[in-house]
């Protein structure tokens, strides 16, 4: 582990012994409050045995989510291609709390900087969906960006991984800003892409067109916005659940009610071992009643009058699953970021869907899912 006054890019990656005690990285876990930041470079298993214990402790207020938290296989989090990874304990909520945030890298890397950190083009930071879910789950995404596209991949827990509410939505905002600023201060990175999965991108959406994180002051605090990346997120929280409750019942008629749960699941949702959907359909009869972000949505209307202003007018893709609960008609409103865009000659709105794919197309095919955003993340990049 290395501490030291000076700012991490005014350090040279030197790496670290593969043989890291255990303890020394639950060391990582405590707040950081009037210290210098802190890094270590950590081999891929022993990380993944820190992510276990802090996705364990932050999912402890739901049952659902403990259940949640053990779909994802071992298999799926370590699969390749390796990463340099790192982690780093960000402060939030004016350092009465830290974030773990994780840094993979593909090593080794075609061109370097002054301080031998790998760079190619701009970072991809990604959020995670929930509730009962953490960074795990985009980690085959990520590492595939990596290798693919030769850029730095973020991760984070968020720390409201419940049942989503108004409340816990507006701290995972002032959250996001805090770890957005900690790139750019600690680990100097000027430009930055967004992508959120399912509840992560109401996370992005929500701070960029009503918290304003990146309106003319506050960004320049951050990194440069390029691009967002919105996957499987509905701008309308009431209507992805009609449409979820219509595909069950679809369901209900055709194999009957025993067997409804676990095929909605299997077919709607799932993962590159149907794990996740095993875990939700033993812990539910029917789509979201009560962990829901209930009554929240974005209107076309609103989307074409912010988005611009909000965000200088970067490119947005809405990408989905063939067969995902979160359906085009769910994601509607994200298209007015076309019609706003006419005008602009910098940015453009893309929609994809993946085919034969779920609400988590990120673990079903994150070789495909990776492909879709290197190229959307290459075009914007180069804007």
């Known amino acids: 582990m290395i501490a030291s006054s000076q700012p991490l890019c005014a350090q040279a990656d030197r790496g670290a012994s593969t043989n890291v005690p255990f303890r020394r990285l639950q060391a990582l876990q405590a707040p950081t409050r009037g210290k210098s930041p802190l890094h270590t470079a950590i081999p891929t298993n022993a990380a993944l045995g820190l992510l276990g214990a802090v996705w364990a402790r932050s999912c402890r207020s739901t049952q659902r989510g403990r259940k949640a938290m053990s779909a994802v296989s071992q298999d799926e989090l370590s699969s390749p291609p390796s990463c340099d990874v790192a982690l780093f304990t960000v402060p939030v909520r004016r350092g009465a709390q830290s974030v773990v945030l994780k840094r993979l890298m593909h090593m080794p890397s075609p061109s370097f900087v002054s301080n031998n950190l790998p760079r190619s083009g701009p970072a991809v930071l990604l959020l995670h969906d929930g509730p009962g879910l953490n960074y795990s789950c985009l980690e085959p995404l990520a590492r595939r960006l990596c290798a693919k596209a030769w850029c730095t991949c973020y991760v984070y827990d968020r720390l409201e991984c419940g049942v989503p509410t108004r409340d816990n939505l507006q701290n995972s905002i002032q959250d996001l800003q805090d770890v957005l600023r900690y790139t750019q201060d600690s680990l100097c990175e000027p430009e930055l892409h967004i992508a959120g999965h399912g509840l ?96 929240w949505h974005m209107k076309e209307e609103e989307v074409m009058k912010k988005y611009i202003q909000a965000t200088g007018g970067v490119p947005l893709l809405s990408l989905r699953g063939e067969h995902d609960f979160v359906t085009a008609k769910c994601m509607q409103a994200w298209r007015a970021v076309g019609a706003a865009m006419r005008n602009v000659r910098r940015g453009w709105f893309a929609e994809e869907i993946l085919p034969s794919c779920g609400h988590n197309l990120h673990l079903q095919d994150p070789d495909a899912c990776a492909s879709v955003l290197q190229r959307f993340m290459l075009q914007a990049g180069n804007v």
């Open 200 to 295: 992560g991108g109401i996370i992005v959406m929500e701070a960029l067109l009503r918290g304003d994180i990146w309106g003319p002051l506050e960004s320049l605090w951050l990194p440069k916005l390029k691009s967002v990346s919105l996957i499987s997120t509905a701008s309308d929280t009431g209507l992805m659940r009609t449409e979820a409750i219509r595909l069950y019942r679809q369901i209900k008629k055709e194999v009957g009610a025993d067997q409804a749960a676990s095929k909605f699941w299997s077919e709607h949702s799932r993962s590159g071992s149907d794990m996740i959907a095993e875990a939700y359909s033993e812990t539910m009869w029917e789509p979201w009643f009560d962990w829901l972000l209930r009554g």
